[in-house]
């Protein structure tokens, strides 16, 4: 059975910091791709980024892009989202997905398993 379990989210003021961890069960965590989306409230799911089998390839939608970073370790089996200068904007729940790819991609109908999310709240 496969488990994607995400933690580190909680409450953080503008302009902060907050690393969120997803450690992944059950399947070979380093044949897939991984990544990190989002949900605010009344709004669709969307991309947030993504990290290829090997994390050397990442993608990150604009809105993020040279504020956040995503990471992996393949021996922990553990994917990870630094995510800094935060702003309220960014308040959302935050979802772990595997692909079902090897390559970073930002296509939602290509992901595999889903985590149960974890919230960030960012106040102003």
């Known amino acids: 059975q496969v488990q994607l379990v995400e933690s580190g989210g909680g409450l953080v003021q503008a302009g902060g910091s907050l690393r969120l961890s997803c450690a992944a069960s059950g399947l070979t965590f380093s044949s897939y791709a991984m990544g990190w989306f989002r949900q605010a409230p009344g709004k669709e799911r969307e991309f947030v980024t993504s990290?290829?089998?090997?994390?050397?390839?990442?993608y990150y939608a604009d809105s993020v892009k040279g504020r956040f970073t995503i990471s992996r370790d393949n021996a922990k089996n553990t994917v990870y989202l630094q995510m800094n200068s935060l702003k309220p904007e960014d308040t959302a729940v935050y979802y772990c997905?595997?692909?079902?790819?090897?390559?970073?991609?930002?296509?939602?109908?290509?992901?595999?398993?889903w985590g149960q999310g974890t919230q960030v709240t960012v106040s102003s």
């Open positions: 997905a595997t692909f079902s790819v090897l390559h970073a991609v930002k296509t939602t109908g290509l992901v595999k398993y």
């Open positions: 990290v290829s089998w090997t994390g050397v390839s990442t």
